[in-house]
């Protein structure tokens, strides 16, 4: 029996993968972190400057527990290293009373006892007078919303896993792995590994890299710009919270005005399905047309001239919740995938999970629910 080279290999080093090859260093095992691209690259799911965290989980109160480790995980990673990774800003959700948005924040925030506001329409213009909500709107102001900065997150998860003793590739594919009897074997362009345990946390490529479960995943093309509000003192972080707003137009997030970012907006419920290989990673002029003028309509003067506009990928479930699980026929594989265009703020948290999941084959965290029995089929 050959013997393996490392403990653990990670396939993927985005978000979830950056942060559970820390983890895992951390705890004393050896680890090889393998990524097709540098850090902080644009091709995935991870990039952009900004991701929002927010607690009152709209998606399901499932998610709480799991979301209030991430803000812990995220203070104790700025704690480490001493960079700053997390701010908070407040977040509204706005929408009519019985959309989902603005019912699943009422409904999580009243089963963990979160402290948030119920805002009528007058209330909103009169506080945050950016924000200008149709008349059959409301919203929920959520204090303890704020924003992380992922690339900066990224490099300081594979900056500590580094100083813990893990080895990163990047600029690395991954070209196929298989089961042996010593744990998992996993080829790239460059080299072969050997491993007790594999950690697949390929973002939009995860389809194709378990393409023998047949996992139900989309990968949808979004996009997002960046904008020089025309009306700018409406809209820094001191006037006007992050908003979500559930609009007969779409759901969109707005990120306040940020220095050297300007606002960032982009639509969060569709996008085109796409091959990640071949999907195109230009913005028409037309598309981010229909975008400003939504937005415009609920923040005037949000807009202006834009600064930068990029595409980016959601890797989508039929049910828009994350799959976490074991591999059904190899034990020593592990995956996260289906973050479903809401998984960043999860990120530190499913780094301690994968690393669980790998260590001792079970975590304390209540992931059950995202387990991919549900769609796997012929599963015990
Ligand atoms: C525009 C946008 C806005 C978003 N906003 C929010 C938000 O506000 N809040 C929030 O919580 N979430 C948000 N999300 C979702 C969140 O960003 C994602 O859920 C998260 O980044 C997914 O991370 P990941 O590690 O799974 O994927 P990725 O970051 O894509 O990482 C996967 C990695 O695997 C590597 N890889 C793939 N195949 C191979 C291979 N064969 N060999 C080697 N390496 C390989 C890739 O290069 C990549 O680096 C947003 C997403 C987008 C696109």
Redesign the pocket.
Known sequence: MSKPQSDVIV????????AAAYHLAARGKSVIG????Q?G?R??????K????REAYFEAPEYVPLVRRAYQLWRELENGSRQALLSIHGLLTIGAPESELVQGVLKSSEMYGIACESLERDEIMRRFPGAVPSEDMVGVYEPTGGL?D?EKCIDVHLDLARRHGAGIRDG????SWRSTSAGVEVV?DQDTYRAGQLVI??????G??LSNLELPLECWR???AHYDSVKRDYYTPDACPITLWDTPGGSY?AIPYLPGQGMKV?R?DTGDVVDPETMKRTVDVAELRRQTEIIERYMPGSTGRVLEA?T????VTPDHHFIIDRHPEDENVFF??G?????????SVIGEIMADLAEQGRTEHPIGFLSADRFVAGRS
């Open positions: 396939l993927g080093l985005g978000g979830m993968g950056a393998i990524d097709r691209y850090p690259h091709y995935g799911s991870s990039h952009g900004t991701r929002i965290i992380l992922p690395e594919r991954v070209t790239t946390t390929a973002g939009p490529w995860t194709r890299i979004v996009f997002f997030y982009g969060h990029e980016c990928i959601y890797t996260a995938c973050f479903s265009g809401h998984g960043y703020k999860f990120a």
